[in-house]
């Protein structure tokens, strides 16, 4: 198990571990939350995956790779299984030198998002704004029910009012 104390609430650890992947090459796909305890976050690092899967492609049982962030008082801890251990459980350990290339860039990432962000910031030569770094949870869906209606096709009359012709 790979573990990282950070200094971040858990209010604060997904912009941190967002940017560190990125600089990792990777991103979050989803984030999932559980409780209000923790968080989990589905890394992708596509460019990792790639050789892991060409090897043994029973290693799609455990990728994408998941980091968990664990409250801990005014802190946090980011978790996540070592990617050694698919190779112990695979019965593979000649693939321990590929698991090894994504073992090190997880380490990197939670190390990189544990630390407070002036220093994690001052690891980016200039700042690029991407999507990425737009928090979609408590956005307004493009459609509000199961049949497709928009929120400004009802805006004002209470129903549709383009009946089209």
């Known amino acids: 198990m790979l573990q990282v104390r950070s200094i971040h ?20 796909l989803a984030i999932s939350r559980v409780g209000a305890e923790a968080d989990a976050f ?14 043994e492609a029973r290693f799609a049982a455990f990728l994408p790779v998941r980091v968990a962030a664990c409250a801990r008082g005014e802190a946090s801890v980011l978790e996540t299984i070592s990617p050694r251990e698919f190779c112990r459980l695979l019965h593979r350990p000649d693939l321990e030198p590929l698991a090894m290339r994504l073992e090190d860039t ?35 869906p493009q459609r509000i029910d199961c049949h497709g209606t928009k929120v400004e096709e009802l805006a004002g009359v209470g129903t549709h009012d383009a009946q089209g012709g």
């Open 9 to 28: 609430r858990l209010d604060q650890i997904e912009i941190a571990l967002r940017l560190a992947a990125g600089r990792h090459g990777g991103s979050i």
């Open 42 to 55: 589905t890394l992708c690092l596509t460019d990792l995956y790639k050789p892991l899967l060409a090897a």
């Open 106 to 140: 997880l380490h990197a990432i939670m190390e990189e998002a544990a630390r407070p962000m002036a220093q994690a910031a001052s690891l980016v030569s200039e700042h690029q704004a991407t999507e990425d770094q737009i928090n979609m949870r408590a956005a307004l």
